[in-house]
């Protein structure tokens, strides 16, 4: 543990680190798609309906701001669609195209790749302890 790091500041840096390496390992895979890992992330919250921006904004934990810009670039590939909400005429719902459908499968493919990866020498409890914990560090996360 380097020093003067407490054991959760030296988790969180484990964390970070890991996180990098993560993301780094997901550019690879998503590099022959043309899909940035921040894109991914927006891809893989879509299942069969259309979602409002706060609810992809929740589920990417992302900045309205930069989730605005990720939404802009998938528009203008032909990967999602925007259409006035007709319970709200004020927003928008964001679906997949057909286009959209296959790279969020395949996106969804190059995460289990990745994920498989990086958690193939961890059995079926450690892998459950590892979400656990990674859930209650987001939660607390959240809130500040």
């Known amino acids: ?3 003067g790091m407490s054991l ?7 964390l970070q680190r890991t996180t990098h390496e993560l993301n780094q390992g997901l550019e690879d895979e998503l590099g022959a798609l043309g899909i940035s890992p ?11 309906e259309p979602r409002r ?3 992809l904004i929740a589920d990417t934990a992302l900045r309205p701001s930069t989730l605005t810009g990720i939404v802009d670039r998938l528009e203008r590939r032909g990967l999602i669609e925007r259409a006035v909400d ?5 927003s928008f719902r964001i ?3 057909a286009e959209g459908a296959h790279a969020r499968d395949a996106v969804q493919r190059a995460y289990a790749r990745v994920a498989g990866r990086a958690a193939g020498e ?9 979400l656990d914990g990674l859930a209650a560090i987001e939660r607390a996360a959240r809130a500040g």
Request: proline letters at 5%; aromatic letters at 2%; a negative charge.
């Open 86 to 90: 007709p319970e709200d005429r004020r």
């Open 8 to 14: 959760d500041a030296h988790a969180l840096r484990a």
């Open 95 to 97: 679906d997949l195209t």
């Open 53 to 55: 921006m706060r609810e």
């Open 122 to 130: 961890l059995d079926g409890t450690q892998r459950a302890h590892l």
């Open 38 to 48: 921040a894109e991914a992330n927006a891809l893989v919250c879509f299942e069969d």
């Open 1 to 3: 543990m380097p020093h």
